[in-house]
């Protein structure tokens, strides 16, 4: 049992970065239809900038509490990060956005060839890692054998996750720019002649995508440790792969799908077997798609006639 119980924290704790990755593809393809392949590797980029910015504060400037060094780092990855994907869409989507559907999307698998080579080319093929920034835990039960230990980086991300997700979920639902954001997802050509600036509109979009990318790459630096410049495309084709199992279009789907990768990767892992994990997780979607093809949370697409 406990054994199960530190395998559940695992997997929710790698599921929660995956949730978080997820819903900057949900918001996109919600607005545009698009699957953003780069966002993947944006995720990558942002753990580079805070895990530069991290050296640079404690380091440099010789700051001495490691907890205070990580938010200044994630704060600014953010603010760089969204700077960095609002120029992406400026320059890789905008241009295509009336081309033929499959233009912005080589646009962006190019793009995420680009980010890739590029870190590699500046940073080095190497991993690149940082020492504990949050290594203290929780024990529970320890004297009685086995034990389960919660991280207070695990502790952290689930708080961060809820967070995001409850601000999100209102700003979407309750806020004008949430207004103008859903009547783009359901018409832009309407949406632009009642007065809505859609591109600005969805280059805010690409922005938040940006922060929440910037969030996870954080995250995962402080529970992982260190970050390598191919870190980028599997968490991201496994967030997509997210996005579509909770519903594509649905945050909290994002975030549930999120979840269910997270644990199926680990469970089979420990369970079963290293080697075959990623093809779990990716059967996990196949079976969805057969038989649930909006996913858990995600509505039925209506064609418009």
Not at 239 to 262: M, R
Request: glycine letters at 12%; proline letters at 3%; one cysteine or more.
């Amino acid at each position: 049992m406990e054994v199960f119980l530190q395998q559940l924290i695992n997997g929710l704790t790698l599921g929660s970065i995956y949730g978080l990755i997820a819903i900057g593809y949900t918001m996109v393809f919600g607005i545009i239809g698009m699957v953003n392949f780069a966002h993947g590797d944006v995720f990558m980029l942002s753990s580079f900038i805070g895990l530069i910015i991290y050296v640079a504060i404690t380091q440099l400037l010789g700051l001495s509490s490691p907890m205070f060094a990580f938010l200044l780092a994630l704060a600014a990855s953010m603010v760089l990060t969204s700077l960095w994907n609002w120029s992406i869409e400026r320059v890789a989507y905008r241009p295509l956005r009336g081309s033929f559907r499959l233009a912005p999307l080589i646009s962006a698998i190019g793009m995420s060839i680009f980010l890739s080579n590029f870190v590699q080319v500046v940073q080095g093929p190497r991993s690149k890692s940082i020492n504990g920034i949050l290594s203290g835990t929780f024990n529970f039960g320890a004297d009685g054998g086995f034990g389960v230990s919660l991280p207070y980086s695990s502790i952290v991300i689930f708080f961060v996750t809820v967070i995001l997700l409850a601000i999100f979920w209102y700003i979407v639902q309750r806020t004008p720019l949430g207004r103008a954001q859903r009547a783009c997802e359901q018409d832009r050509k309407m949406a632009s002649l009642l007065g809505i600036d859609v591109d600005a509109t969805i280059s805010i979009t690409f922005v938040m995508g940006a922060a929440l990318a910037a969030v996870a790459g954080c995250l995962y630096l402080l529970k992982y440790g260190s970050v390598n410049f191919a870190d980028g495309f599997l968490p991201g084709v496994k967030a997509f792969t997210a996005a579509v199992l909770g519903g594509i279009g649905s945050l909290p789907g994002a975030v549930i799908g999120g979840l269910l990768i997270g644990l199926i990767e680990v469970f089979w892992s420990y369970y079963i077997s290293t080697d075959y994990k990623d093809v779990a997780a990716f059967s996990i979607l196949a079976v969805t798609l057969i038989f649930l093809p909006s996913g858990i949370l995600g509505r039925p697409e209506v064609e418009k006639v």
